[in-house]
Every structure is written in structure tokens, then in C-alpha cells.
């Protein structure tokens, strides 16, 4: 997974295998419309590409393309005509990409910019219309495409599309990644593309060190502007005694505003020691599905639908956003919450969860204990094995965090579940009593 480097900082599994750089969907549609992408672990397995469409074998700049939502892309009139040449009685799920075999039609509750501009370009034809359930066109407003390539052998124009300079980089002849194009006398097809921004005198955030530790003083420099906006000159003195003390506190590490914890204590957990309870084996870093992501609580993720998602284990009650943020906050600087999602990139939606905390005692030598909490999967996602990643990424992490033991309370009917991860109900000492307090939500 990596950081798209476009002003939405969108974590991303997708990868263009001709810019060498993280993409999110919205990259794809405005600058890298025919770009090769696929997931960051196939280009490490296998970085060769051919920009071509499958369907004609030509290069795919040679006429309008096409990306479905699988990624692949082909052109428009290809890939218009191999549809139509299926029996008019195919049922919609019969329309797959001619590449990889998955739906060409998006799902109707699917949330992407790949798949917007998918279903516009569909939109036009009758074949697809029936597909996407609207009705069908007159004769005279169907939009046909001509499939009229140009030679090979003819100069392929070189598209004028400007480059941010978040999205491409310059490619090195001799750089580390460059691969011999003419090893063995044969030619390769991979294309070098030129970054042909305007340099300025101004820093910029490039590509190529965008794996670099930043300085401390970059994320306070940024948290403190977005946090406090206005000088500290024009506060009281009380205002900024407040702030010396905080970036006292920060001082001792760095600070990440948007995640609830630090996602780098994600990374190394002792997955060996669990491996025989997940089959087939899936991990935090690896959790079976390219578009499935784990990673803490992120304050945006209130519009990601986190809060829906708990109100499929219990009462959420009305939270507005203030309301999240402010906890969000809190929690956050408390220290001792570790809230681990599961997020659906291609829609960005939360779709797992469970809660770590962690609380400090006199006992067992000052150590620290753990407790798992709220612990819910999305109805539509179960069968996934998702509700076992999650439960065990936030056991092996306070093991990680060195808790002396972790406990949780859970219903009858869950016991066989946390016991086959290795939990258990310790002889005279497995009752759970609680008080209520009455409250409004």
C-alpha cells in the first residue's frame, strides 16, 4: 500500500506500472486515463507492461480507451464491438472483461470515480443500458463506435495532456529501476515518460522521496497551522502556554494528525505464532483482497461510514461530526485507544473494526493491560474472514505493546469464536457484572 501524491493523500493498493508511482481512483481518471495499473504487489512480482488492448493488440493511444472497473483498459470501440457480438439474450452478468473475467457493469452502490466515468461511456449503447438497468435508446441517439485504427507502422501521436507534478515522475535511463532494453537483441516495450512540468524554486513534495522520513518539525510545522491557524502573537498568554506545553509533548516522537495511533506499530506483528488459526493464511499487511485495507481510525473516517458500521453491533446514537472529531481527539491524546478498521478502498468504506485499550497498573510490576472491545464486521463482508483478522491484528499489537494479558466480554454464542483464536474462560474467574447508568443518546 502507498500515499497517492495528489492533494487528496488517499492510501492506495494501486499502482501505474508506467509512472512508477501510487495512484488513487481519481488519479486514473484525470491523469493517467490509459495507464497501466494494477496492485502494488503484482508490479513487485512482475513489472514488465504492455500498453496495448488486448482486443486488437494495438497501442492503446491510437484511439479513445476505455478503463473498466477492474483497471484494465481497452478501446472504446474494441471492447463496444466484442459486446455486441454476444447473443442479444445475455443476462448482464454474461458481460465480463475480456481480460480478467470480472462484471463489466459496476455495482450499483459502487462508489468510484473509475466507475462514474465507466457508466457514462456505457450510458450511450443499447447492449449496456439494459446491463446498467436503464432504458433502452432509439435507433438515432444509440451511440455507434467505428473501430479505425491507425497503421502501426504511422508515428502514434504523443498526448498533450499536462503532468502534475504529484503524479509523474521522470523516469532515468540509468536509474535503479531501469530495466535492459535490449537484452538478448530484443526490444522492450515499456516507455519512458518525460516530466515536463515547469521546475520552480519552490520545495515540492516529489515521488522520489516520498518514502522518506519527514522531520519531526515538518508534521508539527502542519499540525500547528491546521490546529491553531492564527499566530501566537495574537493569543493570550494563557494561549500560549498551552501550546509550548503540547509541543512539549510531541516533541518525544512524531505526530500523526490524521490516524487515531501511529500506523507504523501495524507493521512486524508476530503473525507466525497465530498462523495455524487463519486458513487460508491472511494478515494485516496481507489481508487476501488488493482492495481490502487495515490500518488505525482516521478522523476522516467519520464520512466513511464508521459510524454505520457500529451501529451494526449496538446503539450509536445521533454523533455529528463536531461531536466524532472532539472524541476523536481526545482519544487521541489520551493515548491508550487503539481503533484498528478495515477499509474498502474501491468505495472507501469502513467495513471492519475493533477497539484496543489499554490501561496502566501498580501490578505485575506497573505492567499494562488489554482489553477488546467492539468488535463488528459489515453484514455484507462475513465469510471473508475478516472478523478474525481484525480480532487478531489488535491481539497480536498488545502483545506487541507488551500487555501482560488481554481480555473481553462477549455473548454465548461467540465463545467458540474467541476460543478457537486462543482465548479462554479461566476456571473462577469468567463472570462478567456491569451497572448501567441511564442516559440519553
Known sequence: MGLCKCPKRQVTNQFCFEHRVCVCESCMVTNHPICVVQSYLQWLQDSDYNSICELCSKDLHVE???????????????????????????????YVCPSC????????????????????????????????????????REVKSVINHVNSSLPVPVRSTPSPSHSVVTLDDHGAFNRIDNYHGTSSNRKHFQDIRTLKSLPFDHDENKYKRRPLSEFVSTWWRVTFGASVASRGHRSKSRRYCMLGTLANGDFHTSYLYNPDILHGLDWKSVQSKVTPFITNENPGEDYFLVRPLQIEDYDKGYLQLLSQLTTVGDVSKTDFEVQFRKMQKAGCY??????????????GSATLVTELKFIHKCGERARLEDVVVNNTYRGKQLGKLIVLTVTLLAKKLGSYKMSLDCKDQLIQFYKSLGYSLEPGNANTMMLRYESKL
Open 101 to 140: 473475467k470480472s462484471p463489466l457493469f459496476p455495482a450499483p452502490n459502487l462508489i468510484s470515480p473509475v466507475a462514474d466515468v465507466l457508466k457514462e461511456k456505457l450510458a450511450g449503447v443499447n447492449w449496456a443500458r439494459a446491463g446498467l438497468g436503464l432504458p433502452l435508446l432509439s435507433e438515432e
Open 64 to 94: 479513445d480507451s476505455i478503463r473498466l472497473t477492474c483497471y484494465h483498459v481497452f478501446h472504446w470501440s474494441c471492447l463496444d464491438h466484442h459486446s455486441r457480438q454476444l447473443p442479444p439474450t445475455t443476462a448482464p452478468r454474461g
Open 338 to 351: 487503539f481503533v484498528t478498521v478495515i477499509e474498502d478502498i474501491r468505495d472507501s468504506r469502513i467495513i
